[in-house]
């Protein structure tokens, strides 16, 4: 490979060609994501011949207005830009395919059409069949395939299958659709995203912790006083987007699956090596041993939600959470949530985990913070001496990712005085270009049969369980408060109370 910075990108085994079926393929993941992520993935070379996209909807379209939707979006959103000759080239290998979900001449036509293309491609018959679309459909969906063969490989191939969130709304339903998923397809045939993991600065986590002996000795409850994960985003409702959000609430949004995920990755066990099912191993054992806040007194002490009221964001007026498109005037829907637990290892006895997201704060911004140990008060820490600040670790997630330490120095001069400061570590000037999406990783993940960095069946079940004592808690009649926040603060008091009860300030950044 030419590019050494694209080594990283590619997984463990060697992707296959395919043709990949987005199901919902008119909608916006597919346009704002998923193409835009196989383009990319042809820009850098990357994506393996012989790879054919079938975008399977509802609507009445032609390939040809389809293509011209998709490359509308790509020029907007592409993150190496867009150039009309690659483009040329890889949209001939798009069709639409136009099929109501609950229609079976529509998957019969389907695999006539795959059968013809794997023909043309010289007979290897590979399917990733992409799920981009709500969870009511994937009965439909996964029952038409069945019935059609399409979940069955011809000799010698492979037929997966990409589940999108929201993956359940609590843990019966999400142990319903892993039903109706396995009923199709075999677990190791199951990819269930989590674009999150995806991400180059959380795949970075495990190599930080384990591909540094410095890291391991100190990364446990006797060096560590706490961690904090927090997702802050600027916008809101945009897009339309108040429909789906109204009903979900950022807990079930981001804590249930994106937070959590990366909770998993900073407190796993070094696993013993790094197949899919090594490294999940250890991550479910984290999820399962988040402390469980599983009475409505536990909830009310160790849980904030929220939602914003209207304010002002980069100096423009936005309204408040129930002025929002599509969203109930009288929503009781959090757009804030922080949560403080632990993880009930001997590794972890004792250290708070918070954690915190959020719409409409002031800046678009993940990061997780590892907290060290305060030093013990001899030499500098004495009254009247200058404070020796703890150490913190932060793990850029995005924007602007990297790694950074912040350590005391003293300040040059004659006397003793200390200063807190940064070491920093940025991507994009060590490695001179930003990283690639999430999706072109996965899917490029999904073609190789690398389910590593996709969420297995247990984790999803047991964050579900952990998340439905919040749900069913804020769901009872046991007055724990929705607080509210102004549009373009760092949320509501409440939320500092709850980490200033012991002694810290959540982090600015
Ligand atoms: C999605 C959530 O899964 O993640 C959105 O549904 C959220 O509400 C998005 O905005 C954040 O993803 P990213 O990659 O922009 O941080």
């Not at 806040?293 to 129930?322: C, H, I, S």
């Not at 999803?460 to 804020?474: C, G, L, M, P, Y």
């Amino acid at each position: 490979m030419n590019n050494p910075f694209r080594e990283d990108l590619v997984s463990k085994n060697k992707p296959d060609p395919c043709s990949v079926v987005i199901f919902g393929a008119t909608g916006d993941l597919a346009h704002r994501k998923l193409v835009p992520a196989l383009y990319n993935l042809t820009v850098d070379g990357e994506l393996p011949s012989g790879v054919k996209i079938v975008g399977f909807a509802r609507r009445d379209k032609s390939d040809d207005t389809f293509k011209d939707g998709l490359e509308k979006l790509n020029k907007e959103v592409s993150r190496s830009g867009h150039d009309e000759y690659v483009w040329d080239r890889f949209s001939q290998n798009i069709v639409y395919h136009r099929s109501n979900f609950d229609d079976i001449e529509g998957y019969r036509s389907l695999a006539k059409r795959l059968d013809e293309i794997d023909a043309e491609r010289g007979g290897k018959g590979n399917r990733l069949f992409y799920l981009s679309i709500a969870p009511e459909y994937f009965d439909d969906v996964l029952e038409k395939l069945n019935e059609v063969g399409l979940n069955e490989a011809a000799e010698g191939c492979w037929a997966r299958v990409i589940v999108e969130k929201p993956f359940g709304k609590d843990h019966a339903s999400a142990e319903h659709l892993n039903e109706v998923v396995n009923n199709t397809f075999h677990e190791k045939d199951t990819y269930r995203i989590d674009h999150y993991l995806g991400k180059e600065t959380a795949q970075n986590i495990m190599v930080l912790r384990f591909a540094n002996s410095i890291f391991e000795p100190i990364w446990n409850s006797g060096h560590i006083d706490h961690v904090e994960i927090s997702c802050a985003e600027h916008f809101g409702m945009e897009g339309g987007r108040g429909g789906y959000y109204d009903s979900a609430g950022a807990l079930r949004d981001m804590v249930q699956n994106h937070l959590l995920q990366l909770l998993s990755l900073v407190a796993m066990e070094p696993p013993t090596d790094l197949s899919p099912d090594g490294v999940r191993d250890e991550k479910v054992k984290v999820i399962r041993s988040l402390r469980k806040l599983d009475t409505p007194e536990k909830v009310r002490k160790n849980v904030v939600r929220a939602q914003y009221t209207k304010g002002f964001v980069n100096g423009n007026e936005v309204p408040g959470y129930r002025e929002e498109d599509r969203v109930n005037p009288e929503s009781e829907t959090e757009t804030f949530v922080a949560v403080k637990t632990y993880v009930d290892t001997w590794r972890w006895s004792g250290v708070p985990f918070y954690i915190r997201v959020g719409k409409r704060l002031p800046k678009k911004a993940t990061e997780i913070s590892i907290h060290f140990k305060a030093t013990p008060s001899v030499l500098f820490n004495q009254q009247g001496s200058d404070k020796a600040e703890e150490n913190v670790l932060v793990i850029r997630i995005q924007p602007d990712e990297g790694i950074s330490l912040r350590i005391n120095s003293k300040l040059p001069g004659a006397a003793i005085r200390m200063e807190s400061v940064k070491m920093n570590f940025q991507y994009s000037t060590s490695f001179g270009k930003s990283s690639p999406e999430a999706y072109e990783r996965l899917l490029l993940d999904s073609m190789a049969g690398d389910a590593t960095l996709f969420a297995r069946r247990d984790e999803v079940e047991e964050a579900w369980k952990f998340v439905d004592f919040i749900q069913e808690a804020w769901k009872g009649q046991h007055d724990i408060p929705l607080a509210e926040y102004e549009a373009g603060s760092w949320g509501p008091n409440e939320a500092d109370d709850l980490i200033e009860a012991e002694g810290q300030d959540w982090r600015r950044f």
